[in-house]
């Protein structure tokens, strides 16, 4: 599985393009993913959209991984060049993710204090391969001109750039004067995938304008689209290339095999911690049945309080059916019908006949059966008759 993260719309439908029979995955706290395959070569793909700024990017970011334990994570959209020499419609490969906004404020100016993200090794290495074999390019969309691919740093912080004289561009392109684009999302990712065991992860750009003051126009020819979707096929086949290189990459198995063995000693572990219900009937008792035991045990026969008073037996019976209940080890049918035979059962003793005793016991009878999967209910029914019998 490898996961691919999108911070806009058209970006996301770029990306949604490459994929067949794309189907919903609704996570718990309600982010919608859409699983699908890629086209060509059926390998397993999860998109999902986290919305511009860096700390919400970060957040999804996580939930994704959490969510499909992915081999590897894409980041693809579009980003403004900041050199001319960097063209629109062109592809950018982070090799670094600066996170920008880390700095001190002094007397003599603001002094830089960022973050950075480097690309893995090998991610870096098959995306070079990727771009020198130019087999990518068969993701273009029909008609479309081959853009540069260029590999380089990117710097993602928390402000729209879109001014090449304000003291914020100045400060940028003077302090970061090697990064290629500038975006806001990239470093909220780097980071989750960073602590997630260094999850290998890539930001893939398409350039839709020049973070000059021009991006209106920029953006009223079309460009956006344009840089999204050349974005979307470089990303798109370096997916496909990532996930074969996992499956070939003994490491990579191996990691699963541990990964496989530490699932099955897990689900050991739970269904060993589950709690453990028996079925006692008639006057059986259990001492104790469980998997791991933490502090003391005792073993014995439940303090009978007042025991030889069948009336207080009940109604401490009602009691202990009620706390059942309310922890579900009795479903609302089983509890109406339990609390109706304990009615009969208290007003047939209340009566003091012998006619009285004998409709109580049917109907405790009735209520044992009714409880008989709850052990320690079952038990104090059958306490309950014992003490109608000695009464008799």
Known sequence: MIVILTALDLEYQAVREHLTDPRVHRHTAGTRFELGRLAGDGRRVALGLVGKGNHPSAVITERAIAEFSPSALLFVGVAGALWPGVGLGDVVVATHVYGYHGGTSEDDGLKARPRVWEIAHE????ARHLYRTGTWTGRLPAGAAVPAVRFGPIAAGEVVQDSAISAHAQWVRQTYNDALAIEMEAAGVAQAAHHNRSLPMAVVRGISDRADGTKTATD???????AAANAAAFAVALAQELAAEHENHPVSNASDASDASKAREAREAKRMTDSVKNVARDNARVG????????NVTIGQPPQTRASDPAAQLAELRDRLARARKAQEVDEDTFTAAEEEIAVAAE??????EEGRSKAMIALKKLRGLLADVAELAAHVSTVIAAIRGVL
Do not use: R
């Open 123 to 126: 991610t870096d290495q098959i």
């Open 220 to 226: 009223g020819l079309n460009w956006q689209p344009k």
């Open 288 to 295: 104790v049945q469980a998997g791991h035991i933490h502090g």
């Open 348 to 353: 047939s003793l209340s009566e003091s006949t």
